[in-house]
């Protein structure tokens, strides 16, 4: 087996679960604790789970035969636009699903599709975040030349940004392959993977909450920019250590109390690693965040679906409430595959939990 096998099949098992690691977790207070070390959140903001409102296996064209995850959520103008990755006999794209309700949804199918041999995008293109100018939408997707073996094709490292258009957030998504927001810099905390994120406006400047993975650690990261059709500069340390072990993120701004709530993937540990919880950082300054601020808001102890793995989340408001849209594979599974998307609920206003919260 040559260098660059072994570095996938590496990638590969880590992806699946099959790094054998042992998780030890504390009878009093529900902390989990990592043989690792790595930190944990002692503090509670339950949501309350609503469950599965999106099944993966009948999108069209079999576009999520074989799983639905990583569902970012946007609205406009009364309607829910679901975008998450579709698992498909091809590999892995973005696809659109639409409802006025949370409840019923029409599943669009893909909205991009794999990149020419070669590109950045030839084996995956999902992940998008999108984001309205006031003129045009503007979509910042994970993209990647590399996947598994078939027929899960999982999207494998390096995990990349890329750049789409639209006049409508329900597309069609034109490509600009000519714009580059940033890239994988060897030697840094984002050597490994550098994958969109939560845009959010401060002044004339949009900063972009993005993914990064310098090796087996991983954290988000500020980019910067002041053209989202031009280049972005991420700052040179990330919001929080890389021990800290997040992934992916989506942003609420509490007026009540003028505090910004970050929710991200935390990467758990117990024969494997896997997502196995929603946390959520909050913060007084966008710029500034305290790895110490910190809860857990879904896990297996408050999703009666998926006891062991809750994969990405994104939020939006609805009515006195902030709905939080998550995957799993239910049931104790760890699996990348044949997971489905789940909604789960927050009361607004938030606030920071002050204390542990009783089992």
Known sequence: MNMKSMVRWAIAALLAGNVAWTAEKTPAGGVTLYADGRPSATLRMEAKDQGVVLKHGDGPGQCDILGAREALIFEEKGVYHLFYDGAGPKGWLACLATSKDLKTWEKKGPILDFGKPGESDSAAACSPWVYFDGKAWHMFYLGTPNASGAPDLVPLFPYLTLKARSKSVAGPWVKQPEVIPFRTKPGTYYAVTASP?????????????????????????????????????????????????????SLYFEPSN????????????????????????????????????????????????????????????????????????????TDNMKRDVGLAWLELPLTPPASMSKE
């Open 258 to 333: 003028k505090t910004w709530f970050l929710f991200t993937n935390h990467i758990g540990l117990d024969g494997g690693e896997y997502t196995d919880a929603v946390w959520v950082y909050w913060s007084k300054e966008v710029n500034a965040w305290d790895a110490k601020a910190k809860a857990v808001v879904l896990d297996g102890k408050n999703c009666p679906w998926s006891k062991k793995c809750i994969g990405m989340p994104s939020v939006v408001v609805v009515g006195k409430r902030l709905a939080v849209f998550y995957d799993a594979p239910g049931g104790t599974s």
């Open 197 to 249: 994120g939560h845009i959010v406006k401060q002044g004339d400047e949009y900063l972009m909450f993005f993914s990064a993975t310098g090796g087996k650690l991983r954290t988000l990261a500020i980019a910067r920019t002041k053209d989202l059709n031009g280049p972005w500069a991420a700052d040179p340390q990330p919001i929080v250590p890389p021990e800290e072990q997040i992934e992916n993120s």
